[in-house]
């Protein structure tokens, strides 16, 4: 059982673009990030669509996934807004969100548990990134526990010495503002596992040293 995070990034250090709201959820120009997903067959499978590249990206794509027995997200990857939580608001995965899992949200406001189809329950909680991660532990069992974003909740695990091993997919697009992954703290030194990739992403995966 272990702790791991799985992220793309711009090749200047971003996970998402700057003022993320309704209309940009990833920030204006953050969805660059991510276009190497959307090219995979894994991306179509989930929308519901045909098509996609079966490509070694999109092996890599399927990973975190598939190997997560449970979550733990930021409030602004649930649903990128501030202040108490609005009830009918349940984020940006739609009906069926893609974790079919318990996802652990951190907040600073009190709300119930949130069941959607497909087995994924959301889960908020307000005591922190340790809170967080003990209660996504416990629900994973036996499983591996992903810490999926954004920035903050990242940068958070690692100061709490909480991750394991840590996968960049590092994207050739210098966004120049936003949200950055990697804040001011304590070093952190990373073991290499191994590189891979494609001309679209560099997926570099690394062991957290303690």
Known sequence: MSTFVDI??????FVAGPRPGPDHPMGVGGERIHEWVY?????????????GDPGSDD?????PLQRAAATVMGRH????????WDPGWTGWWGEEPPYHHDVFVLTHHQRDPLPMSGGTTFHFVTGGIEDAEARAREAAGDGDVNVAGGGSAV???LAAGLVDDLTLHVVPVLLGDGVRL???GDAVGLDLLGSDG?????HL??????
């Open 8 to 13: 793309s990034v711009s090749a200047d250090g």
């Open 39 to 51: 090219r995979t067959r894994f991306f179509h499978e989930m929308i519901g669509e045909d098509g």
């Open 59 to 63: 092996d890599v794509v399927r990973v």
């Open 77 to 84: 990857m649930f649903g990128g807004f501030d202040g108490p």
């Open 155 to 157: 940068q958070q695990a």
């Open 182 to 184: 990697f804040g001011q």
């Open 198 to 202: 494609s001309t679209a992403v560099s």
């Open 205 to 210: 995966r690394y062991r957290v040293r303690r």
